[in-house]
């Protein structure tokens, strides 16, 4: 043995093992039953049903708002894996008519992304000054006009 191998193992204690210390960091998990998912995973064979609801009857009602372009639009632009009208039996857009739009995905499928989409919309059609998206419940969405009472008064007094 050498004169530096010796110093080294004289002046510094060997690592202790690893069964040694598991501090509250280094706990085993706790196996899970077999076949089951852990909390908030879902299994990759494994379909979710989600179902969103976007409502512009008021804005469809004043006829600034087509309901069935958007629908066509959603189908257009949504994507599946990575690609744009891929939608098959994964994800089904329908016009419900009164200024309801309703979107069923059998997979992972984002609310975010879904508003992302319709201001993405709404900018296209020039919307984007005068409506807002806003989600009224989970899985719900409306499209509301923006509040301009406050303006006007503003503009009087100058």
């Known amino acids: 043995m050498s004169t530096a191998a010796v110093r080294i193992s004289l002046c510094c204690p060997p ?9 509250p ?10 076949g089951s998912p852990t909390k908030g995973s879902t299994k ?8 969103y609801i976007i409502n512009a009857k008021q804005p469809a009602d004043d006829r600034i708002f087509d ?28 016009n419900l008519g009164d200024g309801r739009i309703e979107i069923v ?23 984007r000054d005068w409506l807002r998206v806003v989600s009224t419940s989970k899985g719900e969405y409306s499209l509301k006009f923006f509040n301009v009472v406050g303006d006007d008064a503003e503009e009087d007094e100058e």
């Open 15 to 23: 690592p202790p093992s690893a069964d040694a210390f598991i501090g």
């Open 25 to 34: 960091r280094l706990m085993r998990k706790k196996p899970t039953a077999a």
């Open 44 to 51: 990759k064979g494994q379909k979710t049903t989600q179902k």
């Open 67 to 94: 309901p069935s372009a958007f629908a066509t639009f959603l189908q257009q632009r949504i994507k599946v894996d990575g690609r744009t009208g891929n939608l098959g039996d994964t994800i089904t857009v329908s």
């Open 105 to 127: 995905s059998h997979q992972e499928f984002s609310g975010r992304y879904l508003k992302y989409l319709t201001k993405k919309f709404l900018k296209k059609q020039q919307l």
